[in-house]
């Protein structure tokens, strides 16, 4: 089956699907709370209105109750006795950040200079969705049908942890069985030279909030016998690492999974050292970078992590000489194989309860957590993924982890029967996703698409 008359309908249609991606990007469809659900559901109808439009066909929302961000699912189903393959990406973005750290507006796509598009789920995931129904529309529009039976599920809820999803799987199931997973909501090692993902790390959230004042007090007329709340957070924080950055929550390495020896020469093999690491992570000159490893990518795939996502008492804009009343903080652990999310959980609570210091009142919330993920890339489905990201980038692809949490994968793989889950994507080392100034590398989501094509084409056989 040529693919090549499909590859020229996508790139003659190419610049209205850039538009289409430039229509989900201005609609800010975050999903975490204190942020407008209406919107989610406003780029839920787009996103539905985009499948349509490109050939999908029993296109609608899926809703589980009142309050949840909706799915939204399509499918073409008229590849009688060829497999059916499932595609995944997300319409839900995270905040935008920093409004003066963005150099263009977050929800106005905008082309730079580089060659990339800029603004919030340019590249994490709206990229993916059109990565799909941009594929779906050039097999369409040059053959009259696809090689393989199609279904799309793009979620809503994946930014927050996708905290309904088994709830989801346990009413859709059937509607999203598949022979084949393909999810497009991952990285590739390098601009212009593809990846897969075999393995992605977990994650746990917690919320923080010390409180020990009615109200803030002057620190001149208070200061000194008055505990303050920011100090006593802090203190708790810094107890979460040792001076060398290695998380000192007791027991939290007790289960991660050793590196076989195969394992440490898949890293040594690995195109990479630290000057790259840096350059791509963007470290300023003098930063020490933490911990012993092969290379840097070891502990970012094999090692549990710990961050402060937030924190806050009073802000940069409104300071003052005060003592604050309460200090808030979010703290994030990514887990790693053989870890246990619940369990994690209760180790990283059960320690900061230990160290809260001098009476505070103390209020803890945990968020949903998600576990972590790993396969092993061998079979046909595999090999036949592999040859379709050396066509699509004219590249050898590279077998990789990702610190990175997609908490869809493993439980919709299990409930699918453990069928073979696909991670490609269109990000790359500069996308920035979940900073301020993300990007799409516009020549990488053109191989993207190709590759996608090509995939479907190698599935048929």
């Known amino acids: 089956m040529s693919t090549q008359t499909v590859i020229d309908r996508f790139q003659r249609d190419r610049k209205s699907h850039l538009e289409d991606l430039s229509t989900l990007v201005r609609i800010p469809s975050v999903s975490a709370s204190g942020f407008d659900p209406a919107q989610v559901v406003r780029s839920a109808e787009a996103t539905a209105d985009l499948m349509r439009r490109r050939g999908l066909e029993n296109v609608e929302l899926l809703t589980l109750e009142k309050g949840v961000h909706p799915y939204v699912y399509g499918d073409w189903m008229h590849a009688v006795g060829k497999p059916t393959i499932l595609f995944y990406a997300h319409h839900d973005v995270q905040p935008p950040g920093r409004d003066a750290v963005w150099k263009t507006p977050a929800f106005e796509p905008t082309p730079g200079s580089d060659g990339r598009l800029y603004g919030r789920g340019a590249a994490d995931d709206k990229a993916g969705i059109v990565a799909h129904t941009a594929m779906v529309s050039s097999w369409l529009g040059a053959q009259g049908k696809l090689p393989v039976n199609v279904k799309v599920i793009i979620e809503g809820e994946e930014e927050i942890g996708s905290p309904h999803l088994y709830d989801f799987l346990k009413r859709y199931r059937d509607k999203l069985s598949a022979d084949v997973m393909v999810l497009t909501d991952a990285g590739n090692w390098d601009t212009g030279v593809p990846a897969l993902t075999t393995l992605l790390r977990g994650i746990v959230t917690v919320e923080i909030e010390v409180r020990a004042l009615e109200g803030p007090l002057h620190s001149g007329m208070w200061g000194g016998p008055i505990p303050d709340p920011t100090m006593?957070?802090?203190?708790?924080?810094?107890?979460?690492?040792?001076?060398?950055?290695?998380?000192?929550?007791?027991?939290?390495?007790?289960?991660?999974?050793?590196?076989?020896?195969?394992?440490?020469?898949?890293?040594?093999?690995?195109?990479?050292?630290?000057?790259?690491?840096?350059?791509?992570?963007?470290?300023?000159?003098?930063?020490?970078?933490?911990?012993?490893?092969?290379?840097?990518?070891?502990?970012?795939?094999?090692?549990?992590?710990?961050?402060?996502?937030?924190?806050?008492?009073?802000?940069?804009?409104?300071?003052?000489?005060?003592?604050?009343?309460?200090?808030?903080?979010?703290?994030?652990?990514?887990?790693?194989?053989?870890?246990?999310?619940?369990?994690?959980?209760?180790?990283?609570?059960?320690?900061?309860?230990?160290?809260?210091?001098?009476?505070?009142?103390?209020?803890?919330?945990?968020?949903?957590?998600?576990?972590?993920?790993?396969?092993?890339?061998?079979?046909?489905?595999?090999?036949?993924?592999?040859?379709?990201?050396?066509?699509?980038?004219?590249?050898?692809?590279?077998?990789?982890?990702?610190?990175?949490?997609?908490?869809?994968?493993?439980?919709?793989?299990?409930?699918?029967?453990?069928?073979?889950?696909?991670?490609?994507?269109?990000?790359?080392?500069?996308?920035?996703a979940h900073a301020e100034n993300e990007s799409l590398h516009l020549g990488d989501f053109d191989k993207a698409v190709a590759s996608q094509i090509h995939l479907l084409a190698l599935l048929a056989d």
């Open 232 to 432: 006593a957070l802090v203190r708790m924080l810094a107890s979460l690492t040792d001076a060398n950055g290695r998380i000192a929550i007791p027991g939290i390495y007790d289960d991660v999974r050793p590196l076989s020896a195969e394992d440490r020469k898949e890293f040594e093999r690995l195109p990479t050292n630290e000057a790259q690491f840096r350059r791509q992570a963007r470290v300023l000159p003098g930063v020490e970078l933490l911990g012993k490893w092969i290379n840097p990518w070891e502990p970012v795939w094999r090692q549990p992590a710990l961050a402060i996502n937030a924190f806050q008492a009073a802000s940069r804009e409104q300071a003052a000489n005060i003592i604050c009343d309460s200090a808030w903080a979010r703290v994030g652990v990514r887990i790693v194989p053989d870890q246990h999310p619940e369990k994690v959980q209760k180790q990283l609570l059960d320690h900061l309860k230990k160290q809260v210091p001098w009476g505070m009142l103390v209020e803890f919330k945990a968020e949903q957590y998600a576990g972590w993920w790993m396969t092993e890339p061998t079979g046909p489905v595999f090999d036949k993924a592999r040859r379709a990201l050396q066509l699509g980038y004219g590249k050898e692809p590279l077998m990789m982890g990702c610190g990175g949490s997609i908490p869809f994968v493993d439980p919709f793989a299990r409930a699918l029967g453990g069928v073979p889950a696909l991670l490609v994507g269109v990000e790359d080392p500069y996308t920035n």
